[in-house]
């Protein structure tokens, strides 16, 4: 019987999910994704992401891969899944693609989006999907800092506290501030790779950028010292989307 290899496009409300990685006592993307191929293959599968968001973090373009036997066209395939998916979980592209691809060691850009809201009175609609902070803001320090951040870097301050990996230097190509209106602030990055809680970490100390508790000169001391108890505390997750991976 033959194997094909599928690359699926996943859009997740995260609020409700411990993160993407599959684990034994707690509810995650990856478990239910899984769980809901396995009729259809007719028996376990395990899917492969390109990256493994936290608990509460949100995607719009999660893309994950998985080898199946099934025979399933890919439009029946998503339709199939997505009658299946609990509703904070859809599939919205299905493709077969070449048999060694791995949607982990494949990508090549991955871009994500945090959101913050700074009225003083936050919609409902907004409380899953951005970090509430009711202050002004200098939004043109936020912008001067976050261009710092653009090119190669050793981002060890930026990082997760234990985090244990071979390098921590990342690429950024995009690190940009916008100001949509006078509530909503919102952060682009992208880059070939992240380090856990990263994006996370590079937000909190914006934040204290535009607060006016870390200047210009600072930001790139924090990034230089590799410490991470020189950066900030790290943004809350609901914030978060993982916006696309590019391949």
């Known amino acids: 019987m ?28 990856q478990a239910v994704l899984e769980d809901a191929l396995a ?22 373009g999660q893309v994950a891969s998985v080898s ?16 299946t998916l ?10 077969e693609v070449r048999a060694d691809f791995n949607a982990r060691f494949d ?22 999907y951005a ?7 200098d939004v043109t320090a936020m912008q001067e800092a976050a261009a710092l951040l653009i090119g190669r870097h050793d981002f060890a301050a930026f990082q997760a506290a234990g985090s244990d990996v071979q390098t921590t230097v990342r690429e950024v190509t995009v690190s940009k501030v916008d100001q949509s209106s006078a509530a909503t602030i919102d952060y682009e990055i992208s880059g070939t790779g992240f380090l856990r809680h990263m994006v996370r ?15 210009l000169t600072a930001m790139l001391d924090i990034l230089s010292s590799r410490d991470r108890a ?16 590019d391949y």
Not at 71 to 78: F, H, R, S
Not at 131 to 137: F, N, S
Not at 201 to 215: A, E, M, Q
Not at 230 to 245: I, Q, Y
């Open 2 to 29: 033959s194997t094909r290899t599928i690359k699926l496009t996943i859009a997740y409300d995260g609020t409700d999910f411990f993160g993407w990685q599959r684990q034994a006592s707690e509810r995650t993307v």
């Open 39 to 60: 009729p259809i293959e007719g028996q376990r599968v395990v899917i492969t992401g390109a990256g493994r968001t936290d608990a509460g973090v949100h995607a719009d």
């Open 68 to 83: 199946l036997t099934a025979t399933i066209g890919v439009l029946e395939l998503q339709r199939a899944l997505n009658a």
């Open 86 to 95: 609990p509703p904070d979980v859809r599939v919205c592209d299905v493709a």
């Open 107 to 128: 990508a090549r850009l991955k871009a994500y989006r945090y959101a913050i809201w700074c009225g003083d009175v936050l919609p409902p609609r907004h409380r899953r």
């Open 131 to 137: 970090w509430h902070l009711p202050q002004a803001l």
């Open 201 to 215: 970490n590079i937000v909190g100390t914006l934040v204290d950028v535009g607060r006016g508790r870390v200047d």
């Open 230 to 245: 020189r950066a900030s505390a790290t943004a809350p997750p609901h914030g978060l989307t993982l916006v696309r991976v």
